[in-house]
């Protein structure tokens, strides 16, 4: 599983809390959109595996076939010639099918953050802000700050640590 798509399950696990019938309507839409992607992927590597053969059909009749186009059956090398446009022509349509769902997907998954953000804002109220790359929360004035402790990866208290 790809790091984006252990993201998308965690943002889906998330949004599970939220009562909305709005979420019921992302969660659908993200399972749609996933199941969309899994068959333009399947899609895809089955042109590319055509196009594969087509080149090398291509590729055993003009090196070890002597007079190549001209021994084989026009009707041979017009169908091999068809396959390989035909599966590039392919390939690219899926492609770009893909950055479509993959647009989706995205513009999805942005509304889930909001609705966890949010969610979370309901529930634990406001964050208090912090400046970037410092993980300490407190009043800002340097005296205290609210720390973290982590036993065995899991939260175990938060303290008040004062600062001297």
Same mark, same amino acid.
């Given at each position: 599983? %790809?790091?984006? @798509?252990?993201?998308?399950?965690?943002?889906?696990?998330?949004? #599970?809390?939220?009562? %909305? =019938?709005?979420?019921? @309507?992302?969660?659908? /839409?993200?399972?749609?959109?996933? #199941?969309?992607?899994? #068959?333009?992927?399947?899609?895809?590597?089955?042109?590319?595996?055509?196009?594969?053969? =087509?080149?090398?059909?291509?590729?055993? /009749?003009?090196?070890?076939?002597?007079?190549?186009?001209?021994?084989?059956?026009?009707?041979?090398?017009?169908?091999?010639?068809?396959?390989?446009?035909?599966?590039?022509? %392919?390939?690219? =349509?899926?492609?770009?099918?893909?950055?479509?769902?993959?647009?989706?997907?995205?513009?999805?998954?942005?509304? #889930?953050?909001?609705?966890?953000?949010?969610?979370?804002?309901?529930?634990?109220?406001?964050?208090?802000?912090?400046?970037?790359?410092?993980?300490?929360?407190? @009043?800002?004035?340097?005296?205290?700050?609210?720390?973290?402790?982590?036993?065995? /990866?899991?939260? =175990?208290?938060? @303290?008040?640590?004062?600062?001297?």
């Amino acid at each position: 599983m %790809s790091e984006h @798509e252990k993201h998308t399950d965690f943002l889906r696990q998330c949004i #599970c809390y939220d009562e %909305s =019938a709005r979420r019921h @309507e992302l969660v659908k /839409g993200i399972a749609r959109i996933q #199941c969309d992607m899994r #068959c333009v992927r399947r899609a895809v590597w089955l042109m590319a595996i055509l196009a594969a053969l =087509a080149v090398a059909g291509l590729g055993y /009749g003009t090196i070890l076939v002597e007079n190549f186009p001209y021994n084989m059956p026009q009707f041979i090398v017009n169908f091999i010639w068809a396959l390989g446009l035909g599966a590039l022509i %392919s390939l690219l =349509a899926f492609a770009g099918l893909g950055v479509v769902y993959r647009r989706q997907l995205d513009r999805h998954r942005e509304e #889930c953050r909001q609705r966890v953000a949010k969610l979370l804002e309901s529930r634990l109220g406001i964050p208090v802000a912090a400046p970037p790359g410092d993980n300490r929360a407190g @009043e800002g004035d340097g005296r205290s700050a609210r720390v973290a402790s982590t036993v065995n /990866g899991s939260l =175990a208290k938060i @303290e008040s640590v004062a600062q001297g």
